[in-house]
């Protein structure tokens, strides 16, 4: 068993020959969050595609627990790691109960149907994410953030070892923004889980990311630590905007430099 | 779920038992002679009420799309149309040239040929990058609707076929020989124990590719799986029939109402639905016959596109208004 739960080499994707992904390799340990950011059209949707296996690298490789991704089936994979997209499907027609069941799919037997295991194990999430008073109520009737909550239960029903989330935060107020990324650590850390996640505020990246993986045009501009990422002289050239940081007491904060407007 | 299931197939039960009692010679007990030719009818009507439902519910899954129907998207007309062809001298002909005899190759092949041909185009035609248009897709198929429809009566004429009634355009409840039936009752049968059996990843299937993928579903061959199973037990009923449209879009919609969009439960309640609606749809369409259109039944295709017709474009006009289309 190797001590990364992920390991990626030399990843590259192009569409239709415009490069999206050049040369990325990281790695994820367990109890980690490895947050992602760049610009748009960086290649961060991309690149977790190409983790979970929706894209085949056109050049690189990708290991889960140390198993070449392409030996692995879509079955035995969801067992071990969930995905969630920047815009997951809402049936207008399922309750919150019904999603997150769904999360239990890669290990229904023939017949397809929950075992009491399975159910145990889905209230078990709901009462972890205080969802249980929303069980019966409908998806759309439910606020942006109950939602990704929902979203959240799904892969957690799933068991992981690993979670891999395309801007979780996307369509959320600040409260519910920092709410979520606060959930997403403790459980990292209280099931030894290891989360990647691609994220769009630097600063809440800084407050909860162990390390941050910066990408420009596809290709890695540095990984590390937040402060050894977050430079503002690095992101103004990457972000093509004049920034800087201020002093904070946890991390210095990146914002615009906007003193001529 | 054991209880849906037994209720489910006792609301048919019910609505079929009350179907032995009526016909075109009277609402009455039935006489032994009356029992068994009701019988027989109310039997074909559930057996072909309860595929065109189930491959309703799998269609409307697998295109994620509500207002799919074996009937809309052509593959009702698509397997009639070829079904009609079999019985024509013409297709004996035809498959005596390749040397086959045509008691070799079953109606239901051809039936099944026509199914997915309809299928094809009906894909082919609606597919922009790697997603179905909603609308193209009814549009598709209504145009292979008309298009069948115009073939059949060109070959009706040409043939001079008067044996053939009008009424296999619009799909009705015919006397059928037993073995026939049987055939279909098959089919049908093995058909639906395998969509069963996909339900549970059908209702992944409900998702986006991505979310369907990292859920375990390989999205792809569920797709073509259960479109091939749905198409079949389409192709067998209809091959008896004609095309009987809207009860494949009705079923489903009445059942979700009911259980929810859980296919697993979906499924089985929209087809005893689709078995109850038929069967009382030719309950009432022999008890019209009693009166004044008495020696014609009344095909039973139209009634369920009186009933069918207003009901999709309510569930246009809804989508509409939220702005789903």
């Known amino acids: ?9 030399e990843l590259c994707f192009a569409y239709n020959g415009a490069p999206a992904v050049e ?34 690298p056109q050049g690189g490789s990708v290991q889960w627990m140390g198993r070449d991704l392409k030996s692995w089936s879509p079955r035995e994979l969801a067992r071990q790691v969930a995905y969630l997209p920047q815009s997951p499907t809402a049936d207008p027609a399922h309750r919150v109960i019904d999603v997150l069941r769904l999360g239990r799919a890669p290990y229904l037997g023939v017949l397809g149907l929950e075992s009491r295991d399975d159910l145990e194990i889905v209230k078990e999430v709901a009462q972890a994410l205080e969802l249980t008073d929303l069980l019966e109520r409908p998806m759309d009737g439910l606020s942006g953030g109950q939602r990704q909550r929902v979203f959240i239960g799904r ?7 690993a979670m891999l989330l395309d801007e979780p935060n996307t369509f959320l107020d600040l409260r519910h923004q920092v709410e979520l990324c606060r959930w997403l650590v403790q459980l990292t850390r209280a099931l030894g889980m290891g989360v990647l996640m691609s994220v769009h505020d630097l600063n809440l990246a800084a407050m909860f990311a162990d390390r941050i993986l910066l990408l420009d045009r596809g290709r890695p501009a540095r990984l590390g630590r937040a402060v050894e990422v977050l430079e503002p002289k690095l992101l103004s050239q990457v972000y093509n905007i004049a920034l800087e940081s201020v002093p904070h007491r946890l991390h210095p904060l990146i914002v615009p430099a906007l003193d001529e407007m | 779920m054991i209880l849906t299931l037994v209720a489910a197939a006792a609301v048919w039960a019910l609505v079929a038992g009350v179907c032995l009692f009526v016909g075109s010679t009277g609402n009455n007990w039935p006489t032994d002679e009356q029992l068994a030719y009701r019988l027989e009818r109310v039997l074909t009507a559930s057996l072909i009420g309860a595929a065109l439902a189930a491959s309703g519910v799998v269609y409307q899954a697998i295109l994620r799309n509500p207002l799919a129907d074996p009937y809309l998207l052509g593959v009702s007309s698509g397997s009639a149309l070829f079904a009609y062809i079999w019985r024509q001298p013409m297709a004996a002909a035809m498959l005596a040239a390749v040397g086959l005899a045509q008691t070799a190759v079953s109606q239901q092949v051809f039936a099944f040929a026509g199914a997915l041909a309809a299928v094809t185009i009906v894909f082919v035609l609606s597919m922009r990058r790697g997603r179905l248009e909603p609308l193209t897709l009814l549009l ?5 609707n008309v298009i069948a429809g115009a073939l059949f009566l060109l070959i009706n004429i040409l043939a001079r076929d008067t044996t053939t009634q009008m009424t296999f355009l619009v799909g009705s409840i015919q006397d059928v020989s037993d073995r026939q039936l049987w055939t279909v009752a098959v089919l049908v049968a093995i058909g639906w124990v395998l969509l069963m059996l996909m339900s549970a990843p059908l209702n992944v299937a409900l998702l986006s590719e991505g979310e369907a993928a990292s859920l375990g579903v390989r999205i792809h061959r569920l797709r073509w799986a259960a479109l091939v199973t749905a198409s079949l037990i389409t192709a067998s009923a209809v091959a008896i029939s004609g095309p009987i449209g809207f009860v494949g879009l009705i079923c489903p919609h009445l059942s979700r109402l009911i259980v929810g969009n859980d296919q697993r439960r979906l499924l089985p309640v929209a087809t005893a639905a689709g078995a109850a609606l038929l069967a009382l749809a030719d309950g009432i369409a022999r008890m019209l016959a009693q009166g004044r259109f008495a020696a014609t039944v009344l095909p039973v295709g139209i009634l369920t596109a009186l009933m069918g017709g207003p009901f999709f474009l309510l569930l246009l006009y ?8």
Do not use: F, W
Request: aromatic content about 2%.
């Open chain 1, 1 to 9: 068993m190797s001590e990364y739960l992920l390991q990626a080499d």
């Open chain 1, 155 to 161: 892969c957690l029903a799933q068991q992981p070892k």
């Open chain 1, 23 to 56: 040369g990325v390799s990281l790695t994820l340990r367990p109890g980690e969050v490895l947050g992602i950011i760049g610009p748009n059209g960086s290649g961060k949707s991309t690149l977790i595609k190409l983790l979970m296996g929706h894209l085949s």
């Open chain 2, 140 to 144: 598709v198929g209504v145009i292979v």
């Open chain 2, 318 to 325: 809804q989508s509409r208004k939220r702005r789903e289309l």
